[in-house]
Protein backbone atom coordinates (compact mmCIF):
# COMPACT_ATOMS: atom_id res chain seq x y z
CA UNK A 1 0.00 0.00 0.00
CA UNK A 2 1.80 3.10 -1.33
CA UNK A 3 0.15 5.44 1.12
CA UNK A 4 -2.98 5.06 3.76
CA UNK A 5 -6.48 3.88 2.41
CA UNK A 6 -4.46 3.42 -1.35
CA UNK A 7 -3.09 0.18 -2.85
CA UNK A 8 -1.37 2.19 -5.96
CA UNK A 9 -4.03 4.31 -7.15
CA UNK A 10 -6.64 2.54 -5.87
CA UNK A 11 -9.28 2.74 -2.45
CA UNK A 12 -9.27 5.90 -1.26
CA UNK A 13 -12.31 6.96 0.43
CA UNK A 14 -15.45 8.52 -1.71
CA UNK A 15 -18.31 9.25 1.17
CA UNK A 16 -20.71 11.48 2.01
CA UNK A 17 -19.33 14.45 4.03
CA UNK A 18 -21.67 13.15 6.76
CA UNK A 19 -19.87 9.54 7.23
CA UNK A 20 -15.67 11.42 6.51
CA UNK A 21 -16.24 11.61 11.05
CA UNK A 22 -17.78 7.99 11.21
CA UNK A 23 -14.98 6.63 9.31
CA UNK A 24 -12.08 9.10 11.05
CA UNK A 25 -13.50 7.26 14.58
CA UNK A 26 -13.35 3.62 12.59
CA UNK A 27 -9.96 4.11 11.75
CA UNK A 28 -8.49 5.70 14.37
CA UNK A 29 -10.45 2.69 16.83
CA UNK A 30 -9.01 0.11 14.66
CA UNK A 31 -5.66 1.02 14.46
CA UNK A 32 -5.74 1.79 18.73
CA UNK A 33 -6.97 -2.00 18.83
CA UNK A 34 -4.79 -3.68 16.23
CA UNK A 35 -1.59 -2.52 18.66
CA UNK A 36 -3.31 -3.85 21.32
CA UNK A 37 -2.34 -7.04 22.77
CA UNK A 38 -5.31 -7.89 24.88
CA UNK A 39 -7.67 -6.89 22.16
CA UNK A 40 -6.16 -9.07 19.46
CA UNK A 41 -6.39 -11.45 22.75
CA UNK A 42 -9.82 -11.06 22.52
CA UNK A 43 -10.14 -11.92 18.48
CA UNK A 44 -8.20 -14.82 19.11
CA UNK A 45 -10.31 -16.39 21.73
CA UNK A 46 -13.02 -15.90 20.28
CA UNK A 47 -11.92 -17.17 16.70
CA UNK A 48 -10.86 -20.59 18.89
CA UNK A 49 -13.42 -21.29 21.26
CA UNK A 50 -16.52 -20.71 19.73
CA UNK A 51 -15.87 -19.66 16.12
CA UNK A 52 -13.49 -23.16 15.46
CA UNK A 53 -9.90 -22.08 14.24
CA UNK A 54 -7.51 -23.09 13.50
CA UNK A 55 -9.29 -25.23 10.57
CA UNK A 56 -7.13 -27.31 9.04
CA UNK A 57 -5.39 -28.25 5.50
CA UNK A 58 -6.86 -31.58 4.15
CA UNK A 59 -5.60 -33.06 1.24
CA UNK A 60 -8.06 -33.93 -1.66
CA UNK A 61 -5.59 -37.07 -3.05
CA UNK A 62 -8.94 -38.23 -5.25
CA UNK A 63 -9.08 -34.90 -7.07
CA UNK A 64 -5.62 -34.49 -6.90
CA UNK A 65 -5.41 -37.58 -9.85
CA UNK A 66 -7.88 -36.27 -11.75
CA UNK A 67 -5.22 -33.22 -12.69
CA UNK A 68 -2.35 -35.44 -12.71
CA UNK A 69 -0.26 -37.79 -11.38
CA UNK A 70 2.68 -34.83 -9.92
CA UNK A 71 -0.20 -33.01 -8.91
CA UNK A 72 -1.00 -32.42 -5.19
CA UNK A 73 -4.17 -30.55 -4.19
CA UNK A 74 -4.67 -28.60 -0.44
CA UNK A 75 -7.85 -27.50 1.29
CA UNK A 76 -8.09 -24.14 3.32
CA UNK A 77 -10.99 -25.73 4.88
CA UNK A 78 -12.86 -22.55 5.84
CA UNK A 79 -16.52 -24.46 5.61
CA UNK A 80 -15.77 -25.89 8.64
CA UNK A 81 -15.68 -22.56 10.47
CA UNK A 82 -18.89 -21.64 13.13
CA UNK A 83 -21.42 -20.82 10.49
CA UNK A 84 -20.00 -22.27 7.49
CA UNK A 85 -17.27 -20.00 5.73
CA UNK A 86 -14.43 -17.58 6.18
CA UNK A 87 -17.36 -14.70 6.80
CA UNK A 88 -17.01 -15.36 10.74
CA UNK A 89 -13.21 -14.14 10.94
CA UNK A 90 -13.58 -10.71 9.93
CA UNK A 91 -17.58 -10.47 11.43
CA UNK A 92 -15.42 -11.44 15.10
CA UNK A 93 -12.44 -8.75 14.57
CA UNK A 94 -15.18 -6.06 13.12
CA UNK A 95 -18.05 -7.06 16.26
CA UNK A 96 -15.38 -6.85 19.05
CA UNK A 97 -14.43 -3.61 17.61
CA UNK A 98 -17.66 -2.12 17.75
CA UNK A 99 -18.35 -3.36 21.31
CA UNK A 100 -14.62 -1.74 22.00
CA UNK A 101 -15.96 1.73 20.16
CA UNK A 102 -19.28 1.64 22.40
CA UNK A 103 -21.69 0.53 19.45
CA UNK A 104 -24.92 -0.94 20.19
CA UNK A 105 -26.27 -1.74 17.02
CA UNK A 106 -24.31 -3.79 13.86
CA UNK A 107 -25.34 -3.40 10.55
CA UNK A 108 -24.47 -5.51 7.54
CA UNK A 109 -25.10 -6.56 3.69
CA UNK A 110 -25.15 -9.74 2.51
CA UNK A 111 -25.23 -11.96 -1.10
CA UNK A 112 -24.39 -15.43 -0.42
CA UNK A 113 -26.27 -15.36 3.58
CA UNK A 114 -23.05 -16.50 4.75
CA UNK A 115 -21.70 -12.87 5.80
CA UNK A 116 -25.38 -11.62 7.30
CA UNK A 117 -25.58 -15.30 9.42
CA UNK A 118 -21.82 -14.56 10.55
CA UNK A 119 -23.18 -11.06 11.71
CA UNK A 120 -25.98 -12.28 13.29
CA UNK A 121 -24.18 -14.80 15.03
CA UNK A 122 -21.83 -12.61 16.42
CA UNK A 123 -23.96 -9.59 17.28
CA UNK A 124 -26.07 -12.59 19.16
CA UNK A 125 -22.73 -13.54 20.98
CA UNK A 126 -21.73 -9.68 22.02
CA UNK A 127 -25.37 -8.73 22.62
CA UNK A 128 -25.93 -6.38 19.94
CA UNK A 129 -28.92 -5.02 18.00
CA UNK A 130 -28.40 -6.76 14.40
CA UNK A 131 -29.80 -5.71 11.22
CA UNK A 132 -29.06 -7.44 7.54
CA UNK A 133 -29.76 -5.73 4.12
CA UNK A 134 -29.98 -8.71 1.23
CA UNK A 135 -31.32 -8.39 -2.48
CA UNK A 136 -34.39 -9.93 -3.22
CA UNK A 137 -32.87 -12.54 -6.08
CA UNK A 138 -29.90 -13.61 -2.95
CA UNK A 139 -33.09 -13.93 -0.50
CA UNK A 140 -34.65 -16.48 -2.52
CA UNK A 141 -32.16 -18.20 -3.55
CA UNK A 142 -30.15 -18.25 -0.32
CA UNK A 143 -33.30 -19.39 1.71
CA UNK A 144 -31.85 -21.27 4.33
CA UNK A 145 -29.60 -19.13 5.68
CA UNK A 146 -32.53 -16.53 5.75
CA UNK A 147 -33.78 -18.90 8.19
CA UNK A 148 -30.58 -19.16 10.04
CA UNK A 149 -29.87 -15.00 10.46
CA UNK A 150 -33.45 -14.97 11.47
CA UNK A 151 -32.86 -17.57 14.27
CA UNK A 152 -30.07 -15.40 15.71
CA UNK A 153 -32.28 -12.63 16.42
CA UNK A 154 -31.18 -10.53 13.53
CA UNK A 155 -33.85 -7.92 11.33
CA UNK A 156 -33.90 -9.26 7.94
CA UNK A 157 -34.24 -5.87 5.41
CA UNK A 158 -35.53 -7.40 1.89
CA UNK A 159 -33.93 -4.76 -1.00
CA UNK A 160 -35.77 -4.71 -4.01
CA UNK A 161 -34.12 -2.19 -5.81
CA UNK A 162 -31.67 -2.60 -8.75
CA UNK A 163 -30.90 -6.35 -9.85
CA UNK A 164 -32.00 -6.87 -6.35
CA UNK A 165 -28.52 -8.88 -5.31
CA UNK A 166 -25.25 -7.41 -3.54
CA UNK A 167 -24.30 -4.23 -4.61
CA UNK A 168 -28.33 -3.10 -3.66
CA UNK A 169 -27.97 -4.61 -0.52
CA UNK A 170 -25.21 -2.68 0.14
CA UNK A 171 -25.99 0.78 -1.08
CA UNK A 172 -29.56 -0.21 1.31
CA UNK A 173 -26.45 -1.04 4.23
CA UNK A 174 -24.61 2.48 3.95
CA UNK A 175 -28.39 4.72 3.49
CA UNK A 176 -28.99 3.21 6.65
CA UNK A 177 -25.20 4.28 8.30
CA UNK A 178 -25.69 7.72 7.24
CA UNK A 179 -28.81 7.79 9.22
CA UNK A 180 -27.70 6.10 12.44
CA UNK A 181 -24.24 6.60 12.42
CA UNK A 182 -24.04 7.17 15.89
CA UNK A 183 -24.80 4.21 17.39
CA UNK A 184 -24.67 1.89 15.00
CA UNK A 185 -21.41 0.00 13.07
CA UNK A 186 -21.37 -0.88 9.52
CA UNK A 187 -19.89 -4.69 9.05
CA UNK A 188 -18.85 -4.93 5.87
CA UNK A 189 -18.25 -8.15 4.77
CA UNK A 190 -15.55 -7.91 1.76
CA UNK A 191 -12.51 -6.13 1.16
CA UNK A 192 -14.42 -3.18 -0.28
CA UNK A 193 -15.57 -0.03 0.38
CA UNK A 194 -14.24 3.22 2.06
CA UNK A 195 -11.30 3.29 3.52
CA UNK A 196 -10.29 1.68 6.52
CA UNK A 197 -12.25 -1.34 5.46
CA UNK A 198 -10.27 -3.35 2.68
CA UNK A 199 -7.22 -3.00 5.32
CA UNK A 200 -9.03 -4.01 7.79
CA UNK A 201 -11.35 -6.91 6.36
CA UNK A 202 -7.88 -8.33 5.08
CA UNK A 203 -6.03 -7.78 8.30
CA UNK A 204 -8.37 -10.29 10.20
CA UNK A 205 -9.50 -12.53 7.44
CA UNK A 206 -5.15 -12.66 7.29
CA UNK A 207 -5.70 -15.63 9.65
CA UNK A 208 -6.59 -17.81 6.68
CA UNK A 209 -3.22 -17.62 4.91
CA UNK A 210 -1.30 -17.42 8.48
CA UNK A 211 -2.45 -20.77 9.47
CA UNK A 212 -2.23 -22.25 6.01
CA UNK A 213 1.81 -21.50 5.87
CA UNK A 214 1.94 -22.70 9.54
CA UNK A 215 0.37 -25.96 8.66
CA UNK A 216 2.26 -26.72 5.16
CA UNK A 217 5.29 -26.25 6.64
CA UNK A 218 4.68 -28.42 9.68
CA UNK A 219 3.14 -31.30 7.05
CA UNK A 220 6.53 -30.96 5.31
CA UNK A 221 4.91 -29.52 2.28
CA UNK A 222 6.72 -26.34 2.22
CA UNK A 223 5.52 -23.61 0.71
CA UNK A 224 3.08 -24.21 -2.23
CA UNK A 225 3.37 -23.61 -6.00
CA UNK A 226 0.00 -22.21 -6.30
CA UNK A 227 -2.78 -20.28 -4.49
CA UNK A 228 -5.77 -20.36 -5.34
CA UNK A 229 -9.44 -18.56 -4.36
CA UNK A 230 -12.52 -17.14 -5.75
CA UNK A 231 -12.65 -13.59 -6.20
CA UNK A 232 -15.83 -11.22 -5.84
CA UNK A 233 -15.03 -8.83 -3.76
CA UNK A 234 -12.24 -10.52 -2.41
CA UNK A 235 -12.40 -11.25 1.44
CA UNK A 236 -11.33 -14.72 1.13
CA UNK A 237 -8.49 -14.41 -1.68
CA UNK A 238 -7.14 -11.18 0.12
CA UNK A 239 -7.13 -13.63 3.25
CA UNK A 240 -5.50 -16.47 1.86
CA UNK A 241 -2.93 -14.83 -0.17
CA UNK A 242 -2.02 -11.82 2.47
CA UNK A 243 0.79 -14.68 4.10
CA UNK A 244 2.44 -15.42 0.34
CA UNK A 245 2.33 -11.96 -1.17
CA UNK A 246 6.00 -11.34 -0.21
CA UNK A 247 6.63 -15.56 -1.39
CA UNK A 248 7.63 -14.32 -5.12
CA UNK A 249 8.34 -18.17 -6.03
CA UNK A 250 4.25 -18.97 -5.05
CA UNK A 251 1.77 -17.89 -7.66
CA UNK A 252 -1.75 -15.99 -6.82
CA UNK A 253 -4.43 -16.98 -8.72
CA UNK A 254 -8.03 -15.00 -8.04
CA UNK A 255 -10.95 -16.88 -10.26
CA UNK A 256 -14.18 -14.92 -10.80
CA UNK A 257 -17.30 -15.45 -11.98
CA UNK A 258 -17.98 -15.38 -16.05
CA UNK A 259 -21.67 -16.59 -15.43
CA UNK A 260 -22.79 -17.63 -18.66
CA UNK A 261 -19.96 -16.58 -20.75
CA UNK A 262 -17.99 -13.36 -21.06
CA UNK A 263 -19.40 -12.40 -24.30
CA UNK A 264 -23.25 -12.94 -23.56
CA UNK A 265 -22.49 -9.86 -20.35
CA UNK A 266 -24.25 -12.24 -18.15
CA UNK A 267 -20.85 -12.72 -15.96
CA UNK A 268 -19.30 -10.41 -12.88
CA UNK A 269 -15.98 -11.20 -13.87
CA UNK A 270 -14.90 -7.60 -12.95
CA UNK A 271 -11.12 -7.79 -13.57
CA UNK A 272 -11.35 -9.64 -17.05
CA UNK A 273 -13.44 -6.71 -18.37
CA UNK A 274 -14.27 -4.02 -15.86
CA UNK A 275 -12.59 -0.36 -15.86
CA UNK A 276 -11.75 1.80 -13.37
CA UNK A 277 -14.34 3.88 -11.53
CA UNK A 278 -15.96 4.84 -8.08
CA UNK A 279 -18.25 2.41 -6.28
CA UNK A 280 -19.38 2.19 -2.22
CA UNK A 281 -17.08 4.45 -1.06
CA UNK A 282 -13.54 3.03 -3.38
CA UNK A 283 -11.76 3.51 -6.31
CA UNK A 284 -11.46 0.27 -7.79
CA UNK A 285 -11.78 -2.03 -11.12
CA UNK A 286 -15.82 -1.95 -12.14
CA UNK A 287 -18.21 -3.39 -14.40
CA UNK A 288 -19.58 -0.55 -16.15
CA UNK A 289 -20.93 0.60 -19.28
CA UNK A 290 -19.73 3.11 -21.94
CA UNK A 291 -21.78 6.00 -20.21
CA UNK A 292 -20.03 4.85 -16.51
CA UNK A 293 -23.18 3.05 -15.40
CA UNK A 294 -22.75 0.50 -12.91
CA UNK A 295 -23.74 -3.22 -15.03
CA UNK A 296 -25.85 -5.76 -13.74
CA UNK A 297 -24.49 -9.06 -13.04
CA UNK A 298 -24.93 -12.84 -13.11
CA UNK A 299 -23.22 -15.88 -11.06
CA UNK A 300 -24.72 -18.95 -9.65
CA UNK A 301 -23.08 -18.18 -6.97
CA UNK A 302 -24.72 -15.56 -4.68
CA UNK A 303 -21.63 -14.30 -3.00
CA UNK A 304 -19.87 -13.12 -6.55
CA UNK A 305 -22.39 -11.64 -8.05
CA UNK A 306 -20.90 -8.17 -7.70
CA UNK A 307 -20.04 -5.47 -9.95
CA UNK A 308 -16.39 -4.72 -8.51
CA UNK A 309 -13.64 -5.98 -6.29
CA UNK A 310 -11.56 -4.91 -3.50
CA UNK A 311 -9.11 -2.30 -4.62
CA UNK A 312 -6.17 -4.40 -3.38
CA UNK A 313 -7.14 -7.23 -5.70
CA UNK A 314 -6.91 -4.41 -8.96
CA UNK A 315 -3.48 -3.79 -7.35
CA UNK A 316 -2.27 -6.92 -6.83
CA UNK A 317 -3.41 -7.53 -10.63
CA UNK A 318 -1.95 -4.01 -11.88
CA UNK A 319 1.37 -4.87 -10.73
CA UNK A 320 1.83 -8.35 -11.75
CA UNK A 321 1.97 -10.47 -8.22
CA UNK A 322 -1.44 -12.07 -8.91
CA UNK A 323 -3.09 -13.46 -11.67
CA UNK A 324 -7.11 -13.20 -12.25
CA UNK A 325 -8.76 -16.06 -14.33
CA UNK A 326 -12.90 -16.95 -14.58
CA UNK A 327 -15.22 -19.94 -15.72
CA UNK A 328 -18.40 -20.16 -15.99
CA UNK A 329 -21.83 -21.00 -14.16
CA UNK A 330 -21.69 -24.76 -15.51
CA UNK A 331 -18.30 -25.32 -14.63
CA UNK A 332 -18.43 -24.47 -11.33
CA UNK A 333 -21.53 -26.47 -10.76
CA UNK A 334 -19.59 -29.32 -12.32
CA UNK A 335 -16.69 -28.74 -9.65
CA UNK A 336 -19.29 -28.77 -6.93
CA UNK A 337 -20.65 -32.14 -7.79
CA UNK A 338 -16.96 -33.84 -8.43
CA UNK A 339 -15.30 -32.56 -4.81
CA UNK A 340 -18.64 -34.01 -3.30
CA UNK A 341 -18.41 -36.99 -4.90
CA UNK A 342 -14.49 -38.08 -5.07
CA UNK A 343 -13.69 -36.43 -1.80
CA UNK A 344 -16.81 -36.13 0.31
CA UNK A 345 -16.96 -32.34 0.82
CA UNK A 346 -19.76 -30.13 -0.59
CA UNK A 347 -18.39 -27.05 -1.27
CA UNK A 348 -20.36 -23.83 -1.52
CA UNK A 349 -20.74 -22.76 -5.48
CA UNK A 350 -18.76 -19.55 -4.86
CA UNK A 351 -15.72 -21.88 -3.61
CA UNK A 352 -16.30 -24.30 -6.51
CA UNK A 353 -15.13 -21.44 -8.93
CA UNK A 354 -12.02 -21.69 -7.62
CA UNK A 355 -11.58 -25.53 -8.02
CA UNK A 356 -13.42 -25.47 -11.30
CA UNK A 357 -10.10 -22.95 -13.13
CA UNK A 358 -7.68 -26.19 -11.54
CA UNK A 359 -7.25 -28.54 -14.33
CA UNK A 360 -6.13 -25.24 -16.64
CA UNK A 361 -4.16 -23.70 -13.86
CA UNK A 362 -1.80 -27.16 -13.48
CA UNK A 363 -1.77 -27.98 -17.17
CA UNK A 364 1.92 -28.58 -18.34
CA UNK A 365 3.29 -27.33 -15.13
CA UNK A 366 4.97 -30.43 -13.94
CA UNK A 367 5.07 -31.44 -10.40
CA UNK A 368 2.79 -28.61 -8.59
CA UNK A 369 1.53 -28.18 -5.20
CA UNK A 370 -2.13 -25.85 -4.84
CA UNK A 371 -3.07 -24.76 -2.09
CA UNK A 372 -7.39 -24.12 -2.83
CA UNK A 373 -9.48 -21.47 0.08
CA UNK A 374 -12.39 -23.52 0.55
CA UNK A 375 -13.90 -20.70 1.53
CA UNK A 376 -17.51 -22.04 2.63
CA UNK A 377 -19.50 -25.33 2.51
CA UNK A 378 -22.61 -25.84 0.01
CA UNK A 379 -25.50 -26.53 2.65
CA UNK A 380 -26.85 -23.06 1.85
CA UNK A 381 -26.93 -24.36 -2.36
CA UNK A 382 -28.82 -27.11 -2.24
CA UNK A 383 -31.94 -25.62 -3.98
CA UNK A 384 -29.66 -24.26 -6.53
CA UNK A 385 -28.17 -27.88 -7.01
CA UNK A 386 -31.19 -29.51 -6.97
CA UNK A 387 -32.82 -27.63 -10.03
CA UNK A 388 -28.96 -27.02 -11.80
CA UNK A 389 -27.38 -30.31 -11.48
CA UNK A 390 -28.97 -33.65 -13.18
CA UNK A 391 -29.06 -36.75 -11.06
Known amino acids: MTAVGRFGSYGGRYVAETLVPALAELTDAYESARHDEAFGRDVADLLHAWAGRPTPVTEAPRLAATLGDDVRVLLKREDLCHTGAHKINNCVGQGLLARRMGKRRLIAETGAGQHGVATAAVAAKLGLACEVFMGAEDARRQEPNVRRMKLFGARLVIVEDGTATLKDAMNAAMRDWVTNVRDTHYLVGSVAGPHPYPTMVRDFQSVIGRESKEQMISLGLGLPDLVVACVGGGSNAMGIFHAFVGDAAVALVGVEAAGRGIASGEHAATLAVGRAGVLHGMHTIL ?45 ALAACRQLAELEGILPALETSHALAALPALVRGRGPVTVLVCLSGRGDKDLATLGTQVAS
Open 287 to 331: LQDADGQIQGTHSVAAGLDYPGVGPEHAFLRDSGRATYVHVTDAE
